[in-house]
């Protein structure tokens, strides 16, 4: 899935400039991310991290004057699209379907066709015996984990995740905080955006505050 940490960021993204409406979120704002790196975006309601979240993935149309990748300059980001996951505030699940049938429908777009794999993740989240409830039954919390399932079906190398702690219990924030912690301590890269204090050990982490454009390091000294 996710490879050795080598010294070359994993993404750099030079220059981002985007609007919402009339308002000028980021003019020549920048980010980095290394492998192997957690990376928290902070700041008020409205300040962007979602706009910022989006950019990187190419979902949301921003001028970034300089983008790299793997020390390699690209032209947007949907050329590495398919080494990333993103996960929005939403859960965007189909309400009509089951569990089951929501995470099979996901398993088949990341390629995994393992009905036992399938079983594993559910017991992973927490769901079992949901598997036949139509998802507009469950509850905010088990769609969020549905949601959440994705991580574990997904090959790739960088997590891009919009409040991913919204909705979840005490026990939901401690088992995604030891996915995130495993998958960096395997190489892998995350993004995220929260407004939860959360707590990662053993890991490189800092958090960017987009509010005033200061990069902090979890004991919150300026680097």
Known sequence: MVEEVSSVPLLEAKGICCERGDKQLFDSFDLSL???????LAGPNGSGKTTLLRSICGIFDARI???????????????????????????AIRHHLTLYENLSWYSCLSRCSDSAQLDQVIAEVGLQGYEDELA?????GQK????????????????????????LDVEGVKMLCGWIQSFVQSGGSVAYSTHQPV???????RILNIDSSR????????Q
């Open 34 to 40: 290394k492998a192997g790196e957690i990376l928290q």
């Open 65 to 91: 004057d300089s983008l790299v990748w793997r020390g390699i300059p690209v032209t947007d980001p949907l050329q590495y699209a398919d080494e990333l996951l993103y996960l929005g505030h939403r859960p």
């Open 136 to 140: 507009s039954s469950l509850s905010a």
């Open 144 to 167: 969020r984990r549905i949601a959440l399932a994705r991580l574990r079906l997904v090959d790739c190398n960088l997590w891009v995740l919009d409040e991913p702690f919204a909705s």
């Open 199 to 205: 707590e990662f050990s053993g890991c490189d982490s």
């Open 215 to 222: 990069t902090l390091n979890r004991g919150g000294a300026r």
